[in-house]
C-alpha cells in the first residue's frame, strides 16, 4: 500500500478496508512501519518500534472491533500493554515492565488495533512540551525547531506526519489538547471518569488526569470513545453513560448553541495575538452556522486553583518517585529525575497531608462556581493555548526551578486548559486556523459535565464547515523526499 494511500485514510477508514477485503492489516503494518522509517529521524515522536510484537499479533485472529487491524502507537506514560517495557519519559523508571494490559489497553486490542510502538513523553508527563531528557526532544512535523506540544507530544507528532490515523494520549492539565493546537489535530479530553485508568490506579493525579487519543478526524475519536469508555470493576466513580453512541453524535446536527466567548484566561496571562485571532475566527464560523455566541467567562479564583494544582502535581510525583525507585532498586534525585520534577518531588515530600486536603477544598470551590457558569451556557469557547507552538528549549524541564515556579510557568504559557481538568468537564481543541507562518493554532470548546455528545456534534459541524485533514505539514509520510 503506497504512503499516499495509506494517509489519507482516518482509522475507521482504514478498518472499512480491511473489512472489505481490499487491503490486509499487514499491508497496513508495513505502510505504517515505511512512514516511521520515513520521517520520525526527522521527529523523533516514536521511541520504540515493536514490529515483531506486531507481526506475531497479526498471525492470530484478530478481533472483530471496530478499528480491526489498523496500527496504533501507545503514550509511553500512564497506560501499559503486558510484557512491553514502558520508560515514562524517566531515567528513574527505564525499563520498568507490567505482565499485564491495563484496563484501556485491553479495549484497544478489543477494539481491533495492532500496537506498533510507544511514543515519546516528557518525563512523568510533567511538561507541556515533549522533550524528556531520556529520549531526546520531538520535533513538530509543522517547524521541526518547535515543539508539538506536550505531553502527548509523541503521539500527536507521529499522527500529524500520516505515521498513524490515530494515537493514544492522556490529558492532566492540557496534554491532549496543547498537542492537538500545536499539531493540527482533533483531541478530545473526555469527562473525568468516562474512561477506567485501572486497575493499578483508582484515578490518576487526583482524579485530574484522564485518557483518549488524539486523531486526525472527529469520528475516530468518537468511534474510540465508543470502544473505551465505561467503569471497571473497582473503580471509585464513573461518569453516566451516554444516550446513543458518539459516532451517531458526530452525524447529527447540533441544535442552536448558546456559546460564550472568551479571550483571557482567569490567570490574566497574555495571549498572543494569533491565538486570539483564531478564536475570534472560530466565534464567526459558529455564528455562521447559527449559533449564538455572547462574550463571558466564568469568574473562579485561579491563583487559588494553581496553588491546589501545585500541591497535587508534587505530591503525585513524590509518589511515583518513591514507588519507582523501590521498585527498580534506583535512587530518585537529581541524577535520575530532571530538575523540575526532582524539584517536585522534594515539594511532594514536604508537603503536610492538611494541603491535599486544602487542594480538594479549593478544587470543589472552583468546580462550583464554573459549574454555575454553564447553567446559563451550552459550551464555552477559547483558546486551546496562550501561546503559537513554541520554540524547543522554551520548556525546559530540567532547567532548575522551584516547584511552584515550574508549573506557573508551564500554565502562563497554556492557561487555558488545567481548569478543565479541575472541574472534570470534557473539552475539545478544534485546528480550525494557521498563522501566517503556516502553524496551527487550535481553539478549545468545553462542554457540561458528561456532555460529550454536544461537543461530538459541533466538531462534526465544523469539520464539515472548514475541513483540516486535507493540510499537510512539510514533514508527513506521504510528501516526497
Not at 328 to 339: I, K, N, V, Y
Request: hydrophobic share 40%.
Amino acid at each position: 500500500m503506497h504512503l499516499d494511500d495509506y494517509t489519507r485514510y482516518d482509522a475507521l477508514g482504514l478498518a472499512e478496508l480491511v473489512g472489505r477485503g481490499e487491503v490486509t492489516p499487514t499491508e497496513l503494518l508495513n505502510a505504517a512501519l515505511a512512514a516511521v522509517a520515513k520521517v520520525n529521524p526527522k521527529l523523533n515522536a516514536v521511541i520504540d518500534v515493536r514490529e515483531a510484537d506486531a507481526r506475531n499479533l497479526l498471525q492470530t485472529d484478530l478481533l472483530n472491533g471496530p478499528f480491526k487491524g489498523v496500527p496504533f502507537l501507545i503514550k509511553d506514560l500512564a497506560l501499559h500493554a503486558a510484557g512491553i517495557p514502558t520508560d515514562l519519559g524517566s531515567r528513574l523508571a527505564k525499563g520498568l515492565l507490567f505482565s499485564h494490559d491495563t484496563t484501556l489497553m485491553a479495549h484497544y486490542r478489543r477494539a481491533g488495533l495492532i500496537l506498533m510502538g510507544r511514543t515519546n513523553t516528557p518525563e512523568f508527563g510533567n511538561n507541556a512540551s515533549t522533550e524528556p531528557v531520556l529520549h531526546g526532544p520531538t520535533r513538530n512535523p509543522w517547524d521541526p525547531t518547535r515543539s508539538p506540544g506536550g505531553s502527548s507530544g509523541g503521539t500527536a507528532a507521529a499522527v500529524a506526519a500520516g505515521i498513524v490515523p490515530m494515537g493514544h494520549g492522556n490529558d492532566g492539565g492540557g496534554s491532549l489538547r496543547i498537542p492537538a493546537s500545536h499539531c493540527a489535530l482533533f483531541g478530545l479530553k473526555p469527562t473525568r471518569g468516562r474512561i477506567s485508568v485501572g486497575p493499578d490506579m483508582a484515578e490518576a493525579i487526583q482524579g485530574i488526569a484522564v485518557e483518549h487519543v488524539l486523531s486526525r478526524s472527529v469520528r475516530d475519536s468518537a468511534a474510540m470513545l465508543d470502544a473505551s469508555q465505561g467503569p471497571a470493576v473497582g473503580d471509585p466513580y464513573f461518569a453516566p453513560p451516554p444516550e446513543r453512541p458518539y459516532l451517531e453524535d458526530v452525524q447529527r446536527e447540533p441544535r442552536r448553541l448558546r456559546i460564550a466567548l472568551s479571550r483571557t484566561p482567569g490567570s490574566g496571562a497574555t495571549v498572543d495575538k494569533d491565538c486570539v485571532a483564531a478564536v475570534e475566527d472560530a466565534a464567526r464560523l459558529c455564528a455562521s452556522l447559527g449559533h449564538d455566541i455572547i462574550e463571558d467567562a466564568p469568574v473562579y479564583d485561579d491563583a487559588a486553583m494553581l496553588d491546589g494544582l501545585v500541591s497535587v502535581w508534587s505530591s503525585f510525583m513524590a509518589l511515583w518517585a518513591e514507588g519507582l525507585g523501590g521498585a527498580l532498586g534506583r535512587e530518585a534525585g537529581p541524577d535520575t529525575l530532571e530538575a523540575t520534577t526532582w524539584a517536585a518531588v522534594q515539594h511532594g515530600r514536604a508537603m503536610k497531608a492538611s494541603d491535599l486536603q486544602q487542594a480538594s477544598a479549593t478544587f470543589n470551590t472552583v468546580s462550583r462556581a464554573v459549574g454555575a457558569f454553564f447553567n446559563t451556557y451550552d459550551l464555552l469557547l477559547t483558546p486551546t493555548t496562550g501561546i503559537v507552538p513554541p520554540k524547543l528549549g522554551v520548556l525546559d524541564a530540567n532547567t532548575p526551578r522551584t516547584a511552584a515556579e515550574w508549573y506557573r510557568h508551564v500554565f502562563t504559557l497554556n492557561p487555558f486548559t488545567v481548569l478543565f481538568n479541575v472541574t472534570g468537564q470534557p473539552a475539545m481543541s478544534v485546528p480550525l486556523h494557521w498563522n501566517a507562518e503556516g502553524l496551527p493554532i487550535g481553539v478549545q470548546f468545553v462542554g457540561h459535565y458528561a456532555d460529550e455528545s454536544t461537543l461530538f456534534r459541533l466538531a462534526g459541524q465544523l469539520e464539515q464547515a472548514r475541513p483540516w485533514s486535507v493540510r499537510r505539514p512539510p514533514i508527513h509520510a506521504a510528501n516526497e523526499g
